[in-house]
């Protein structure tokens, strides 16, 4: 599995937008990439999953370079709500495989 | 469209009880998978179930096992538990079944049962 890299923490002001890169160096060509939002005493949450280029959806936005050695997810205009772990995973394709998490990018928003 | 369900919320253990944590997926979906979440790190992969069979497992020794019935809900045991056993531990469903490939299958978590043992 694909091992990946994030910040610790991150911190930003209310209305801003944030940008969490994760650096996955060794992924495989089957892998997607998929960030999960996580907030304290709760389940992580699918946020988005890309495999190139880039990805929007309502939440978010999921940037993949050509050569897809690293990801960037783009929160808009975050609100105190967005304080959370933020999760970047690299998963083999075609089955429920297991999801593999690293410790996260603990994102603080402040007013 | 009832989610991913856990019971029970919280659970307080001595040292060398046994556990079982239970769960039930998200309407649809056929398969479960059980991570365990130590404070301050990220969840880490137990075992998963399909077809009331495990299907893979993580590094989790003997003591972890588990069971899926019929209709799809699961159960997590823990046998002789120690100090390091106290968590989060979440259950996540998913439809492996649907056979779409080169697709990774976004899986859905409950709100956990929190461990302590004491």
């Known amino acids: 599995l694909a091992k990946t890299t994030q910040p610790i923490s991150m911190d930003s002001y209310e209305g801003q937008e944030v940008n969490i890169t994760c650096s996955h160096n060794?992924?495989?060509?089957?892998?997607?990439i998929t960030w999960y939002q996580q907030f304290p005493s709760q389940g992580p949450r699918f946020i988005i999953q890309?495999?190139?280029t880039k990805v929007t959806n309502e939440v978010a936005s999921l940037f993949i370079p050509a050569d897809r050695k690293s990801s960037t997810l783009s929160l808009p205009r975050v609100s105190l709500s967005d304080t959370a772990v933020y999760y970047c995973?690299?998963?083999?394709?075609?089955?429920?495989?297991?999801?593999?998490f690293g410790t996260g990018t603990r994102l603080q928003v402040t007013l | 469209d009832a989610g991913v369900t856990q019971s029970p919320t919280h659970l307080i253990k001595t040292r060398g009880q046994q556990v079982t944590l239970r769960c039930s997926p998200k309407?649809?979906?056929?398969?479960v998978s059980w991570y365990q979440q130590a404070l301050g790190q990220g969840p880490q992969f137990i075992f998963q179930?399909?077809?009331?069979?495990?299907?893979q497992r993580g590094n989790f020794p003997d003591r972890f096992s588990g069971h899926q019935f019929p209709n799809y809900s699961s159960e997590l045991n823990v046998n002789a538990l120690l100090l390091g056993d106290s968590a989060l531990y979440l259950c996540?469903?998913?439809?492996?079944?649907?056979?779409?490939?080169?697709?990774?299958?976004?899986?859905?978590f409950g709100p956990g049962t929190r461990l302590t043992v004491t």
């Open positions: 996540a469903s998913s439809p492996l079944g649907q056979g779409i490939p080169f697709s990774y299958y976004e899986q859905y």
């Open positions: 060794n992924i495989a060509t089957n892998d997607y």
């Open positions: 890309g495999y190139k």
């Open positions: 995973l690299v998963g083999e394709s075609g089955t429920a495989s297991k999801l593999t």
């Open positions: 309407s649809g979906h056929d398969t």
């Open positions: 179930y399909y077809e009331e069979e495990e299907r």
